[in-house]
């Protein structure tokens, strides 16, 4: 299921047309209506004890850390009426969507599909595959259901942004170098100009995550651009 929002206000941008930004400046479209957040994966299954990411071996403590943050980011998208879109990783309960090498990947002792405190793992509709308390959907606000790594693939995303003018993404959620890189690459490929936002973004490996900016924001920044929650929201609030 996708929700789809009402309507937005238009906001021109003042003289502020740049993010402070690594490897430079990020540059704003000429309207913020062009600019939308993409939360991404920031569900039960990965961020909370008994949930999938748990059940893989890992510490999900690191993903919670970076939840402040992003929910100021959040904030200041929803007091500004842009756009904003979630994203969840699952399946259909028939797993008719999830290809075998997936789900037989692994030797987690809780696979796809197999059943947790918090219901079947990754699928459709189960408390596990729910999108954190702190930062739930708003009903104006659009969810995507993705069965891959990546928001593009087998989902209405491209048709959703092209539809609403987006021009440029402001990308966070989890994991860094998974969903996140991948659904980055898949925007860039497509020409959006993508921000990744750093201390809104997390691995269950930190080393990964850095490694992640890095590669992303190379040689020019070959896939986008990096910069701070603070960053973007300071030139945001001030357009």
Same mark, same amino acid.
């Given at each position: ?20 930004? #690594? ?15 993409? =939360? ?90 729910? =999108? ?9 606000? =659009? ?25 440029? #993404?402001? =990308? ?23 921000? #990744? ?43």
């Amino acid at each position: 299921m996708t929700h789809l929002p009402t309507q937005f206000q238009d906001h021109p941008l003042s003289a502020a047309s740049s993010i402070p930004a #690594l490897p430079y400046d990020y540059p704003l479209p000429d309207s913020l209506d062009q600019l939308a957040l993409v =939360i991404i994966d920031m569900q039960r299954d990965f961020l909370e004890p008994e949930g999938f990411g748990d059940a893989l071996g890992n510490d999900v403590t690191q993903l919670q850390a970076i939840v402040p943050q992003l929910e100021k980011l959040l904030h200041t998208f929803r007091s500004l009426g842009l756009l904003v879109i979630h994203t969840q990783e699952c399946h259909q309960p028939d797993l008719s969507d999830c290809p075998p090498s997936k789900l037989k990947r692994g030797n987690a002792k809780l696979k796809i599909g197999d059943t947790s405190s918090m219901g079947r793992i990754l699928i459709c509709g189960e408390p596990g595959n729910a =999108i954190i308390s702190a930062l739930a959907p708003l009903a104006n606000e =659009i969810v995507i259901l993705k069965p891959g790594k990546g928001a593009f693939y087998n989902t209405p995303l491209a048709a959703i942004l092209q539809k609403q003018g987006i021009t440029h #993404l402001l =990308i966070t959620g989890v994991t860094t170098e998974v969903c996140v890189q991948t659904t980055m690459r898949e925007a860039n490929d497509r020409g959006y100009e993508c921000l #990744l936002v750093e201390d809104c973004t997390a691995s269950y490996f930190p080393e990964f995550k850095q490694a992640t900016i890095e590669m992303l924001r190379a040689q020019g920044g070959i896939i986008g651009w990096t910069a701070t929650a603070e960053q973007v929201c300071q030139v945001l609030l001030q357009s």
